[in-house]
């Protein structure tokens, strides 16, 4: 009996010890990337946990503005030095003539660290190129001069630029077949979700030294570079953005005490947008809150701006002969307006001065004629639908900015029946919705003579080393257009809205560039008192190179009105190229 209970033990045992061998087998030769099922790396735990570490940087693709400047980083040439310099015997007295600084202060960064540390902290010193090749030359173990990228708080256009997260759900939810490490970053929003395929880290780049549990050298001093085997990575991404404009276009809005609202700038010739402010502003602490929406890439109540597209149809349905005049100290419903008394205006003046009862009685004619007369002309001049990049890239659709919405005329068509329904949609209210960036193209439109194109905000993709992975050709918009009279005809329409004495815009005749453009006030909460206040233009006249819209949403009566931001961003612009010509 006492045999029987002591084989039945060694088979338990046996069986035991079997099982334990097989599970460090499995753990060893078979789940080294992927053990558990948080898909811990144990190969590379096991490096880390012997080694001294420091990451230069993460392998993910970054940001470039229009001139080639970094846009969400800086890259600063830095001092990087390692722990076990305390140990040894080392020609501090030359780094630190190199660097200006005391013996003293090298050394006691060095004491009080433990792991490889950027020498200055949160305020790196900068070095010179002069400096980082000294310091190479002496071939110090430990000591070493590196392109450090600093990522900051705020960054310019950042909800342009979009956040990142390191989500394991959404990381193999969106790149099943693909391994990525606990660390990798995916897009989350913005450009940083749009460009995620081509952002991908394929390796990070790290100064490493092994040592022993005392934090000692394990194989000698030799300090080792590792970097991405692929050596055309990280990619660059060129964004359009001109980061000088875009951060004084920044500075502009919050002086201006815009807290929901922002501008759109764009290159006219190019179809690109220089800069875009989107207030409230991204709070990296919270990055999926209220900040983190893009508000020029969504709908709003236009109000008057609107007036260009009915004054497009207005145009070609030759409904108003310049001798008509229209009674505008009447709202559109035919009552007497006493907020505002215009008296009796022509088709021009009633635009220049925005005069909302000469804008429903046409409105009402023309339909009569069309009833989708507003559809039609809203989508010739790109108010429906998106107008950002969209097209095919390596056979896969790609659309460049994250969650733009569509603009619309109609909620329910059966309104177009109705008069009173015609009238308020005519001049921005009732259903009508449309982005400021919509807004912007349509004045990029009528300057170039009704040429109607896709906005960039990615000009192209590039290598590490510099050769082009893809670029985004100029496309025009589908659908029809507006004739090139019809938008000679509004471009007259808009400069008289600055050069009239009464007109919305009489406040930027004076600007040292000849600006045309078209206010808006939408009325978005009546018990609130609520308003979205635009200027929607371009500039110069003459010869058009910029298209800007500027807005306040969800503001009162007593707030400033837009010509003030507008022609403020104007000037900004005027003294650049000034500087530029004189340079």
């Not at 989500?167 to 391994?179: F, L, T």
Request: proline share 4%; aromatic share 8%; with cysteine.
């Amino acid at each position: 009996m006492k045999k029987k209970r002591m084989r039945i033990l060694a088979v338990v045992l046996a069986m035991f010890m079997l099982m334990l061998i097989g599970r460090i087998a499995y753990i060893q030769l078979v789940s080294t990337e992927s053990f558990s099922k948080h898909d811990v790396n144990l190969i590379e735990a096991s490096v880390n946990q012997r080694s001294q570490i420091l990451k230069i940087d993460d392998g993910r693709g970054k940001f470039y503005d229009r001139n080639g400047i970094p846009l969400a980083h800086e890259e600063i040439p830095t001092l990087v030095l390692f722990p076990f310099l305390n140990k040894m015997n080392w020609p501090i007295d030359q780094v630190a003539s190199i660097i200006g600084r005391t013996e003293w202060e090298l050394r006691q960064s060095i004491a009080e660290a433990k792991d490889p540390f950027v020498f200055g902290g949160d305020d790196p010193i900068e070095l010179t190129l002069d400096q980082s090749k000294a310091i190479n030359e002496l071939k110090i173990p430990g000591v070493f001069a590196v392109n450090e990228k600093l990522y900051h708080d705020q960054i310019p256009a950042a909800q342009l630029i979009g956040t990142t997260n390191i989500s394991d759900a959404e990381k193999k939810k969106r790149y099943p077949d693909m391994q990525l490490s606990a660390d990798t970053k995916i897009g989350n929003t913005g450009l940083q979700r749009t460009f995620d395929e081509f952002l991908l880290s394929d390796g990070e780049s790290k100064l490493v030294f092994h040592v022993d549990a005392s934090g000692g050298p394990m194989f000698g001093v030799d300090v080792k570079y590792v970097e991405p085997a692929n050596p055309l990575y990280p990619v660059k991404v060129i964004t359009t953005i001109d980061k000088s404009i875009q951060e004084e276009a920044e500075k502009l809005v919050d002086e201006r005490g815009i807290e929901k609202g922002g501008l759109v700038l764009i290159d006219i010739e190019k179809s690109e947008i220089v800069a875009m402010v989107s207030r409230p502003a991204l709070n990296k602490k919270d990055p999926n809150g209220e900040g983190a929406i893009n508000t020029m890439l969504t709908q709003k109540t236009p109000g008057s701006v609107f007036k260009t597209v009915t004054a497009a149809a207005v145009i070609d349905y030759e409904a108003a002969s310049p001798t008509r005049t229209f009674d505008c100290d009447k709202t559109i419903e035919g009552e007497a307006d006493k907020q505002r008394e215009l008296g009796r205006l022509n088709f021009e003046n009633s635009f220049a001065q925005s005069c909302n009862r000469t804008f429903a009685e046409l409105s009402k004619e023309i339909a009569v004629k069309d009833p989708d007369f507003l559809d039609k002309y809203a989508e010739m001049l790109g108010l429906v639908g998106q107008s950002g990049w969209q097209g095919d890239v390596y056979h896969t659709a790609v659309t460049q900015l994250y969650h733009e919405q569509k603009g619309k005329v109609w909620h329910d068509e059966q309104l177009k029946k109705d008069p009173k329904m015609i009238a308020k949609t005519s001049i921005g209210q009732q259903d009508v919705q449309t982005t400021p960036l919509a807004i912007a193209n349509m004045m990029a439109t009528i300057a170039r003579g009704g040429k109607k194109e896709q906005v960039k905000a990615v000009s192209k993709v590039e290598f590490d080393n510099g050769t082009t992975v893809v670029d985004f050709p100029t496309q025009t918009m589908a659908g029809d257009t507006v004739k090139p009279y019809t938008a000679m005809k509004l471009q007259h329409l808009l400069r008289k809205v600055v050069t009239e004495v009464k007109g919305t815009g009489a406040s930027l005749k004076n600007l040292p560039v000849e600006v045309a453009g078209k206010s808006g006030t939408a009325q978005t909460n009546i018990e609130k008192g609520e308003l979205n206040k635009w200027f929607a233009g371009y500039f110069p006249y003459e010869n058009p190179k910029y298209a800007l819209v500027t807005v306040n949403f969800e503001t009162n009566e007593s707030s400033s009105s837009m010509t003030p931001l507008f022609s403020d961003i104007v000037n900004v612009l005027y003294s650049k190229d000034q500087n530029i010509r004189e340079n």
